[in-house]
């Protein structure tokens, strides 16, 4: 079955554009609210990154989600949006000054801190404000995750974080120091991972963190466990919001906290990814001498994913009724690699038919580019058109 657009809307608008789904947005964050709420003290942050349009932004502040932000520019897009300071938290390996600065003065919830480098500057810049700053630190589990190699952050080998080995000095030197106050510790094994499994593999190896500090006579508040949780790319229609259940309830059976600490998700993808769609025009069926193209006018400027990951996305004819034929869906970019889909069954396919890309609500636009001097697209909620 063919998602649910409004097609003739479509045919005014320049393409290529996003268009995301508001409605299916909002009973996305209806279901993330149910589930959070039958657990005690569980915590939501919307992950910026995902999906910064504004107006996407707007709906989910409005829906009573925090905002975990990578980026100073990502902590002014909440900001703006609507997200209360006192419900952002901000991680990242690389922050600058300015960006640190910025969450001091916005008196941002916490900094998930990700080095003793890091946290010493984050002390110097609340000192010379005279003000204390709230952190977590960052630590790295070492929990391989079933997912893309680019997309897992909880290994060992990836950037992210802080050693094991070295969560108590990093403990001993942040609570030494006077312009910071240790909240809580913080965790992030990758990208969407649909195996439950891995997360109950993270609950693990926090619970013996847990024991760690005990012994060592350390409580803290809180616990962030990031997000992770994948989409369903192949079924967009049928699996249209993601498994909360399964997953709120694997920490809810796993994990034990200790009486009083709030447990904190920072979920992207699985918020927006379903909601939104690339929208495209076909340009020109190309035959070739072993297959036919279908040369539709996004690229991988506007949708970087299939290139980059190797992604899959549905891809849909939304005005065609026609016999299924197979195509290559390729776009206009001076590159091998804008190709979105091989051997895709699709009705059959005509200049200025419109295809939909699916599922791209999540690091679509976000991650759109401006290469061979193109246009950014366009994002329209429902209520736009």
Request: net charge negative; aromatic share 8%; with cysteine.
């Amino acid at each position: 079955m063919k998602g649910k657009f409004p097609v003739d809307k479509f045919q005014h608008i320049e393409t290529p554009f996003y268009y995301y789904d508001s409605e299916l947005l909002r009973e996305t964050l209806r279901a993330i609210n149910r589930e959070t709420a039958k657990h005690e003290g569980y915590v939501m942050h919307y992950a910026v990154k995902a999906n910064a349009n504004p107006k996407v932004l707007n709906i989910i502040a409005q829906a009573g989600l925090g905002a975990d932000c990578v980026s100073g520019g990502e902590i002014r897009a909440a900001l703006s949006a609507g997200f209360p300071a006192s419900k952002i938290v901000y991680a990242g390996v690389g922050k600058a000054d300015w960006e640190i600065n910025l969450g001091l003065d916005r008196d941002i919830a916490c900094f998930n801190v990700e080095s003793i480098a890091e946290l010493e500057v984050i002390d110097q810049l609340a000192r010379e404000r005279d003000k204390t700053a709230r952190i977590a630190l960052r630590i790295n589990p070492d929990v391989g995750a079933h997912t893309h190699a680019k997309i897992t952050t909880g290994l060992a080998e990836n950037k992210f974080g802080i050693a094991m080995c070295d969560m108590k000095d990093a403990i001993d030197t942040a609570n030494a120091m006077q312009n910071v106050n240790l909240v809580g510790l913080h965790f992030h094994i990758g990208s969407q991972i649909l195996n439950m499994g891995d997360f109950a593999a993270l609950c693990n190896r926090i619970n013996d963190l847990q024991k760690q500090l005990e012994r060592e006579h350390i409580f803290l508040p809180s616990i962030n466990v990031g997000g992770g949780l994948g989409v369903d790319y192949t079924h967009p229609n049928r699996v249209a919001i993601p498994d909360f259940e399964s997953y709120f309830g694997t920490y809810a059976r796993l994990l034990r906290l200790r009486p009083g600490q709030t447990l904190h998700f920072e979920l992207g993808r699985a918020v927006v990814a379903q909601c939104g769609s690339l929208i495209t025009r076909t340009l020109y069926v190309k035959q070739g001498t072993a297959k036919q193209f279908a040369i539709v006018d996004a690229g991988m400027t506007d949708l970087i994913r299939p290139a980059l990951y190797q992604a899959y996305h549905k891809i849909e004819n939304i005005t065609s009724d026609g016999d299924i034929q197979t195509y290559d869906v390729v776009g206009p970019i001076c590159e091998s690699s804008d190709v979105f889909g091989k051997q895709v069954d699709l009705n059959l396919t005509r200049r200025g038919d419109l295809i939909a890309l699916r599922s791209a609500g999540a690091y679509g636009e976000i991650m759109a580019s401006q290469y061979n001097c193109r246009r950014l697209p366009k994002g329209y909620i429902t209520e736009d058109l």
